[in-house]
């Protein structure tokens, strides 16, 4: 009977951030298939919040305990390459999915020395603030398969590593409905959102590049001219000053607690966007942002900044884009969207948001990008 390949799911954290969902959404789909034997190993533990969800789809979870710091020392960088090569041999991995920068260079430089037969390097975010040093020019010599979430993801890897346009694939980030756990009226009862008040939601982990100081900016300056309006705000506070500072943000400019609400990390985000009238994102970089497409998959307008990766999304022409950082320009299209919800042109842009995540970024087309590539 012939072997069945083992294909490592790579994460940088056990947590239930954007990368974490991608990897845990096509473990599953690899598994489920029969053809291959799932691995997902992270890095560190981080939050573990992912670890309950990967149990229940029988997915075996190892934690490497190699915190990103050893990253940033050459002999401590060469002792973790060194063990991440032996636990490949002793688990036979065949194949390798790293999600993340630090995941994608762990295993793109040691595959071969592991006896794996293929590794991917997935290029999921734009790491511009990265230079182009020692480790990645040596991972590029290991020459692995890339591929991409976003086509200006591909465009970003194939200028830093010298590729032509067929060398990196578009995998699209899988979108799965899920039923709320709360209904609308639920939802708005907990929060005292009241029927006459628009509810702003924003699903992000407090991450730098999500930029929640544009975000609180801009609505402090629409709340001036709208006032029943309240933002709510869904996402992890691991860097906990950074979201101590977005709090303190919000002191300074006058809000109240039930005017900006924190509800953290949730698994009712199906609730919290149903429950909502207008749905944002600030991100000043992403590579394809789950956030986005589930707004769009649950049918919401939305107002997000016009970073390449989003107006991939919503197209050039979709009327609520703002420029990434500019709170006054975030705050007129908050104002410009929140007067015309009900209006026929906004309905079209649901309907066609709504349509490109129903028929390019199925658990199935993601599947299949991945099956094809493992496959080749």
């Known amino acids: 009977m012939a072997r069945i390949p083992k294909v490592l799911i790579l994460l940088p954290v056990f947590s239930f951030g954007g990368a974490e969902k991608q990897g845990l959404y096509i473990a599953r789909s690899l598994q489920n298939s029969g053809q291959f034997r799932v691995e997902v190993w992270a890095l560190d ?50 194949y390798i999915i790293p999600f993340t920068y630090y995941c994608n260079l762990l295993a793109t430089t040691t595959y071969r020395f592991g006896g794996a037969k293929k590794c991917l390097w997935f290029q999921i975010a734009m790491e511009h603030h990265i230079n182009l040093g020692f480790w990645e020019k040596l991972a590029i010599k290991f020459r692995p398969q890339y591929a991409a979430n976003s086509r200006s993801a591909a465009d970003f890897i194939r200028q830093r590593h010298g590729l032509s346009t067929q ?17 609308r009226t639920q939802w708005r009862e907990k929060l005292a959102v009241q029927n006459d008040e628009k509810m702003l939601f924003m699903a992000a982990n407090f991450f730098p590049e999500k930029d929640h100081e544009t975000l ?19 996402g992890s506070c691991h860097q906990v000053r950074l979201a101590e500072w977005i709090k303190s943000l919000c002191f300074d400019l006058g809000f109240h607690a039930k005017e900006v609400i924190f509800v953290g990390t949730t698994a009712d985000v199906p609730g919290l966007i149903a429950a909502s009238d207008l749905c944002l994102l ?46 006054e320009d975030l705050c007129a299209k908050i104002i410009m969207a ?10 079209h842009w649901v309907a066609k948001n709504y349509s490109t995540v129903a028929q390019e970024y ?13 496959s080749s």
Request: some cysteine; overall charge positive; proline content about 7%.
């Open 45 to 94: 533990k981080g939050t573990g919040e992912l670890c309950e969800a990967l149990q229940t789809s029988q997915l075996h979870a190892l934690d490497l305990k190699i915190p990103t710091k050893k990253f940033h020392n050459n002999m401590q960088r060469i002792g973790v390459y060194w063990k991440f090569m032996k636990k490949l041999r002793q688990e036979k991995i065949d």
């Open 167 to 183: 060398e990196v694939p578009f995998v699209p980030n899988p979108f799965e409905y899920k039923e709320a756990h709360l209904t």
């Open 216 to 234: 609180i900016r801009g609505f402090y300056k629409a709340h001036k001219d709208l006032h029943k309006i309240k933002l709510v705000l869904a």
């Open 282 to 327: 600030t991100s000043i970089s992403e590579g394809s942002p789950n956030a986005l497409i589930e707004y769009m998959g649950y049918q919401k307008p939305i107002v997000a900044s016009s970073i390449p990766p989003i107006v991939e999304l919503l197209s050039e022409n979709y009327p609520f884009l703002f420029q990434p950082g500019n709170p």
């Open 338 to 347: 929140c007067q015309v919800l009900s209006d026929e042109n906004v309905r």
């Open 362 to 374: 199925t658990i199935e087309a993601n599947y299949q990008a991945f099956h094809q590539l493992l």
